[in-house]
């Protein structure tokens, strides 16, 4: 998982300062998720790079799940209305992307220092952050 998250890195597809979105995605693709629901535009639910990022994930030997945001999910105009009216939204997003920032910055977009530090709060706490085996699609 972190290999994936260090390719999808220096693929370019993100910039280095993206390192937990890179993370994002490869903990999606290799836990096979359906979807991966997101607020993110900027690195994540980005048009742009989802097709080679499908590509560099399937060359890794996963499956990129459906990335999309929870606007997109919502099936029918009225509820879709209902969330545009709710400025919890923006609000949250700028929080989570300030946590993220913060916390990215702190092991200077260090993947490796990320990686030991979750597993270090993980073994304080005594409850895993993700009690789950990773697979790889049969090629």
């Given amino acids: 998982m972190k290999e994936l998250a260090r390719k999808i890195l220096t693929s370019g597809l993100l910039p280095a ?11 999606a693709s290799a836990y096979e998720m359906d979807i991966l629901l997101t607020w993110n535009c900027r690195h994540i639910a980005n048009a742009t790079i989802q097709r080679r990022l499908r590509k560099l994930v399937e060359t890794a030997g996963f499956i990129l799940p459906v990335i999309c945001t929870p606007e997109e999910l919502l099936e029918n105009e009225n509820e879709q209305s209902d969330i545009r009216r709710k400025p919890t939204g923006d609000i949250v997003l700028r929080e989570v992307w300030l946590a993220k920032d913060t916390l990215s910055a702190r092991y200077r977009h260090d993947l490796d220092k990320l990686f030991q530090e979750t597993r270090k709060r993980e073994k304080l706490s005594g409850h895993p952050l993700a009690n789950l085996r990773i697979r790889r699609r049969k090629v």
């Avoid at 300062?17 to 903990?27: G, M, P, V």
């Fill in 17 to 27: 300062s993206a390192d937990r979105d890179a993370t994002h995605i490869a903990l």
